[in-house]
């Protein structure tokens, strides 16, 4: 990692993941696939809408374990570290890397990308495995 900013960040990756089990990862949640985006219109409401719904479609896969989708939060504590620039962020969990590759090629996704890309400016997808 080149900066304290990428450390915080991984290092949040996996408190994430830690809070999504309640516990660390184990052999059946290993791997985090974690996307921000940041709307092109971040203004228009009906295009935020429509990205957020087509976020929450898309954690009902069979391959998804768990998914969230949220907004920035910011607290005073962490607020020269907290990323706060996105509008989205979605964390879905897999059992493994293949499964996150089954997701990524499945119809439903790339659908997903082709009915929505034109709503997003920028995309960060962050991947991180239980170590």
Same mark, same amino acid.
């Given at each position: 990692? +080149?900066?304290?900013?990428?450390? /915080?960040?991984?290092? !949040?990756?996996?408190?994430a993941?830690?809070?999504?089990?309640?516990?660390?990862? &184990?052999?059946?949640?290993?791997?985090?696939?974690?996307?921000?985006f940041?709307a #092109? +219109?971040? +203004?228009?409401?009906?295009?935020?809408t429509?990205?957020? $719904?087509?976020?929450? *479609? /898309?954690?009902? /896969?069979?391959?998804?374990?768990?998914?969230?989708? !949220? $907004?920035?939060?910011? &607290?005073?504590?962490d #607020?020269?570290?907290?990323?706060?620039?996105? &509008?989205?962020?979605?964390?879905? &969990?897999?059992a493994?890397?293949? $499964?996150? $590759?089954?997701?990524l090629?499945?119809?439903?996704?790339?659908?997903?990308?082709?009915?929505?890309k034109?709503?997003?400016? #920028?995309?960060?997808?962050?991947?991180?495995? *239980?170590?």
């Amino acid at each position: 990692m +080149n900066n304290r900013r990428e450390f /915080l960040q991984q290092s !949040g990756l996996l408190a994430a993941g830690s809070a999504l089990t309640g516990s660390s990862a &184990t052999p059946s949640m290993n791997f985090i696939h974690h996307v921000l985006f940041w709307a #092109k +219109n971040p +203004n228009n409401e009906a295009e935020k809408t429509q990205l957020f $719904k087509a976020l929450k *479609a /898309l954690g009902g /896969l069979p391959m998804i374990q768990t998914a969230h989708v !949220g $907004k920035p939060i910011i &607290t005073e504590f962490d #607020k020269p570290v907290t990323e706060g620039s996105y &509008t989205f962020s979605v964390v879905l &969990t897999f059992a493994d890397a293949e $499964k996150e $590759k089954e997701y990524l090629y499945h119809p439903l996704h790339k659908k997903f990308i082709d009915e929505n890309k034109h709503l997003w400016g #920028k995309v960060q997808v962050i991947d991180s495995q *239980a170590i």
